[in-house]
């Protein structure tokens, strides 16, 4: 799965294909016509209202798809900065920018596997610090042993 690029019309599409949903199903179901389901399919871009009832429907949570993005690509944020600006008492949710999903992490270890990216690179581009990678490494070598390099088994 490429984080950086994201078709969501293309995953909800191979989605809806995975679970055989019938169209009228679909259609019914998102209140719709078959030819505005064929755009969305297309589509790079769904309004949010959609994508939810998209999720709810094909019971996946495509949202998740871009919050990996920031997870990989957003810059983390200075807390401090952010604080001032926004002022303490913002009403919005606050959410940990370091954590990471089992997926990401798989998807990190398949790059270094792949050799599309090297360790350096990984550290450099996405500011995964080194230490976290190498404990991924690691701990996942057991699934990763037969497909990382052999400088990192």
Known sequence: ???????IGKLIH???????????????????????ITKMYTSEHIDTRFLLRWSKLLEYDFFRIYSQHL?????????????KR????????????????????????????????????IIDEYGIPKNTLYNWIKKYENEFKTRLPKNLQ
Do not use: W
């Open 1 to 7: 799965m490429n984080f950086k690029e994201i078709n």
């Open 14 to 36: 191979e989605r809806s294909k995975e679970l055989e949903v019938d169209h009228e199903r679909i259609c019914k179901f998102l209140d719709c016509t078959e030819e505005e």
């Open 71 to 83: 997870i990989l690509f957003a810059p983390s944020g200075n807390t401090s900065k952010s604080t």
């Open 86 to 121: 926004n002022g303490n008492n913002s009403g919005l949710p606050v959410f940990r920018k370091n954590i990471y999903t089992r997926e990401v992490i798989f998807f990190i270890l398949e790059l270094i596997q792949s050799n599309e990216k090297s360790t350096f690179q």
